[in-house]
């Protein structure tokens, strides 16, 4: 695919924040919640494919998409388009109790992935907890079972019950609780962590066997587990992709005992792993996936796709004013449309960019892994000498980064996540490797 932005470089103009975008944040401070992380002082103003102006004129090479949500990049013209055309037809009419035509076009193609699955059924929401909330409901109400269990470092939203399935950090949680009764966590296999002598795929059996030991055993009788939720590949716990032989386990652990396997691919799904949904990349065919973030190119937009035999619930059990907004649905076909036709390229820039970052790891050894596939990709920062996380340099690379000209993300205890939007190509990796380089040259790693 033809790159449309492939003569765009960073350009920074004034200070960082420029006059502007301080009197911006300024007006900012005085009334945004105290909750807000605010990662670093970008203002923006308008973007076009992987790069974003702020409103200074300074220009940044985007290689976070707003943490993996701009799919198509900005301004996408076939995005854009259909945006336009939706909202001079209807912006809202409610899809709990009416019908847009966008809506079935939707679910029609979201249905059609993951074939493994079978036949499915799909329910829309605004966002990824609302998604992980409906799932958790569905699972419940087709399995008459109560019980929860998902994973150290796991993030799944952050109202009452997709946080009471959160464990990546504890702040997270901190003074919210009590949580809802019934969820159990469970050792997500690193393979970074894999003991000498023991293959990665044996090393995930290992954390099934753990399942049965320390869960069934001693704390829930799987009888009572009505789902065990994933994410097939963690987001903020670090991007850490798991043996396939976990994923697979956790399939064959649920058929044994009735228990529903939901892939949470609220971050990973949407061609981001090269494959549509990661559940095609690892050849798992869970019960229910949740989908958002890149769903919509940054319209605001979730999804439950369930095994028809799984959607069980009655009429008026759940819905949705906003979900499946006319406007939204229409953003999220023409993102599905054209990524589809992304995904070879997706794995062939995404394994030109590991590569790449294996090469600076070659030359700053404060990099000690680089893993992922497709554009999702974590580059692990550690003390070479003690083999700890450096989360204060990760935070000092992002700043330095970002008054260079790149915008970065952390995540886990350090770890970059590189998930541009889904149109990124080799012009943009290099200068992505170019100044993420210097940068780590003008640190001293």
Known sequence: MKNQTSSLMPIIKTEIP????????????????????KEYA???DRGQGCFIDDVDGNRFLDMMAGIAVSSTGYAHPHVTGAVKEAIDRVWHICGT???????????????????????????????????????MKLARYH??????????????????????????????????????????????????????GMSTEEFGLKAIDDIKTTIFDRVMAPSELAAIFVEPIQGEGGYITPPRSFL?????????????????????????????????????????????KGLGSGMPIGAILAKESVMTWGRGTHGSTFGGNNVSCAAAVATLEVVEKML?????????????????????PIIAD????????????????TGLPVPELMGELEQLAFRKGLL??????????FAPPLVCGRHEIDIATKILANCLSELNH
């Open 344 to 364: 070879p390229d997706i794995r062939d820039n995404g394994a030109y960019l590991t590569q790449c970052l294996k090469n600076l790891a070659a030359v700053h």
């Open 408 to 417: 970065l993300l952390g995540c886990g205890q350090s770890t970059i996540r």
């Open 248 to 292: 697979k386990g956790l399939r064959y652990l649920c058929d044994q005992h009735g228990i529903l396997l939901v892939f949470d691919e609220i971050q990973s799904g949407v061609g981001r792993t090269g494959h549509m949904f990661a559940a095609e990349y690892f050849d798992v065919a869970p019960d229910i996936i949740t989908s958002a």
């Open 143 to 196: 399995t008459k079972r109560k019980g929860f269990m998902s994973f150290y470092g796991g993030f799944h939203g952050r109202t009452l019950g997709a946080l009471s399935l959160t464990a990546s950090k504890v702040k997270y949680r901190d003074n919210f609780g009590p949580f809802i009764p019934g969820v159990v966590h469970g050792r997500f296999p690193n393979p970074s962590e894999c003991p000498d």
């Open 42 to 44: 970008l203002v923006a």
């Open 370 to 385: 680089v893993r992922g596939p497709g554009f999702m990709i974590g580059m692990e920062l550690k003390d070479p000498k």
């Open 97 to 135: 109790d009416f019908y847009t035509e966008s809506y079935a076009r939707l679910m029609e193609k979201l249905g059609s992935y993951v074939p493994q699955m079978g036949n499915k059924k799909v329910f829309l929401a605004n966002t990824g907890t609302e998604a992980i909330e409906g799932a």
């Open 18 to 37: 420029g006059p502007l975008g301080r009197e911006i944040i300024k007006r900012d401070a005085k009334f945004a919640s105290p909750s807000l992380i």
